[in-house]
């Protein structure tokens, strides 16, 4: 393993796409991945706190990412077994179908669930939210929609006041206010001194990494 | 000038702090800059819809970045001359005032304006917005702030429906709506069959980057 530093102000942030088409596509089919910054971990051994330190990239986003391994709850069952040491994972919302055109045969899915504190049906719903993405078969001569692959990539999230805060701020004010009035924000980086700061994320990467990335003019 | 391609996934997403602290900091200075990914420009000469193609970073987010020297309106005034070809650009809000916790030495402002077709006051505002950062002078000792420096940071935007509705996806659906109703979305990125992805970011790099950036086991 190997490592190197980003500049200032560069991020991992992949869209759903990216996510399925490159990273979840390539870890199921066994292609070399450029960057191994997505680890590989029993993610259902762990309560959700428990696993930002388990992550190769320190994310200011209050988001991390692993791929997962599917077992099941039953051994001849298909479904999924997603209770932790402290409570379970229970899926909301709509899933959402990823079509990347670029190649019509990956297509994938992506789920979303809550982590609630206890046992269900009596558990305390949290902060904590995963996005899980799954690889579709697109084998459909069976006539339904079924999963490939043995890995699933989880996004997991802590949801707070300040990360949506974060995502209102993200468009400007466009209000007709008075102007100079200062609003205060403050920074915890520590970057100045140096070549980069302390939020740039130190990658983990396959010795193909170097080859592949070589600078050129 | 070299250049390195990152890996999927990785964008140049910085903060205000580190549009402050680190680049705009660096360049009023003429320190080195790790990655010489913002260009300077005389932003004023051209119509927002002419700078993307100026940006050394081509990006989903509708997002472009530029230094920018303080011409003056006038040669022995402080106003800034913010009249281009076919509009101006106007102030809103409430400026933001940018504090780095890491070094209390440096403090910038970041202005918002709208960019109004046509000439003030009869213009048409426009979907073009920008992010304007500046330095403070902390010498406080004439008892009012002022900026330092010969180069404002500027964050050039487009808004639209779509930029909107990315901030509103990007918190999840945790309502509990019946499951397996599939949202398709689609993707136009093709990395399909290739190490790097086409949103992949091309970089401008000092030869010193080759140097601080050294890969490190």
Redesign the interface.
């Known amino acids: 393993?190997?490592?190197?530093?980003?500049?200032?102000?560069?991020?991992?942030?992949?869209?759903?796409?990216?996510?399925?088409?490159?990273?979840l596509?390539r870890r199921n089919e066994g292609l070399?991945i450029?960057?191994e910054?997505i680890p590989g971990i029993d993610l259902y051994k762990f309560d959700p706190w428990e696993l930002p330190e388990k992550s190769f990239l320190p994310s200011r986003d209050m988001e991390w990412f692993f791929f997962c391994h599917r077992d099941r709850k039953y051994h001849n069952g298909s479904r999924i077994n997603r209770a932790t040491k402290s409570g379970y994972w229970k899926?909301?919302?709509?899933?959402?179908?990823?079509?990347?055109?670029?190649?019509s045969s990956?297509t994938g899915?992506r789920k979303?669930l809550?982590f609630y504190l206890g046992r269900a049906p009596f558990g305390g719903r949290t902060e904590w939210?995963m996005?899980e993405y799954r690889l579709y078969d697109n084998d459909t001569s069976q006539g339904s929609l079924s999963f490939k692959g043995d890995f699933a990539l989880c996004r997991v999230?802590k949801?707070n006041e300040l990360?949506?805060k974060k995502?209102?701020n993200?468009?400007?004010?466009?209000?007709?206010?008075p102007?100079?009035?200062?609003?205060?924000?403050?920074?915890?980086?520590?970057?100045?001194?140096k070549?980069?700061?302390d939020?740039s994320i130190t990658l983990g990467?396959s010795p193909?990494?170097?080859r592949?990335?070589?600078?050129?003019?």
């Open positions: 393993m190997v490592g190197s530093s980003l500049p200032p102000g560069f991020r991992f942030h992949p869209t759903d796409e990216e996510l399925v088409g490159y990273y596509n070399v450029e960057l910054i899926a909301t919302g709509k899933d959402r179908k990823i079509v990347c055109q670029s190649s990956v899915c979303t809550v939210v996005h999230m949801r990360t949506l995502c209102e993200s468009s400007p004010e466009v209000s007709n206010e102007l100079s009035n200062n609003v205060e924000i403050s920074c915890q980086e520590s970057y100045l001194g070549g980069s700061c939020t990467a193909d990494f170097n592949e990335s070589s600078l050129k003019v």
